[in-house]
């Protein structure tokens, strides 16, 4: 199991997130496609993780990937994001965690042809928050 930064239980956890924050952050749920507050932001600034504040993608790697979820191309250090073999729902994906304290962010696809990098990292925007100031 990895060790990380941030490290609470579970009920710390709970106290500090909402309930659907703790179900995608902790328990690597999924929020509904098209729902998210993030989807559409245009801004430029920096995506955060929601659960411990570390700076995981910029504005500038935001691209619309019509597929209901937030989605980068590159995250913003090489070393900000974990990547784990999910073989969750009978197949085989990428999630994306937080390197920092662990939290399910989304999941990584290769089919962005569009993009520098072919890479989508389509993220939860309940995982996120968004800082326009950094």
């Not at 504005?59 to 073989?87: M, N, Q």
Request: charged fraction near 30%; glycine fraction near 6%; include cysteine.
């Amino acid at each position: 199991m990895t060790e990380y930064e941030v490290s609470k239980t579970t009920d710390e956890w709970k106290n500090e997130l909402s309930a659907e924050e703790f179900a995608v952050l902790r328990q690597a749920a999924t929020e509904r496609p098209w729902t998210g507050e993030l989807l559409d932001e245009k801004r430029e600034g920096v995506y955060r993780c929601k659960a411990c504040g570390q700076e995981l993608f910029r504005s500038d790697t935001k691209f619309d990937s019509h597929c209901g979820w937030p989605s980068f191309y590159a995250p913003k250090e090489s070393d900000a994001v974990e990547l784990i073999e999910d073989r969750s729902l009978g197949m085989l994906r990428t999630e994306v965690r937080c390197s920092n304290c662990g939290s399910h962010l989304g999941h990584l696809f290769d089919d962005a042809p569009q993009t520098p990098t072919g890479d989508r990292f389509c993220m939860n925007s309940v995982s996120l928050s968004f800082d326009e100031s950094a």
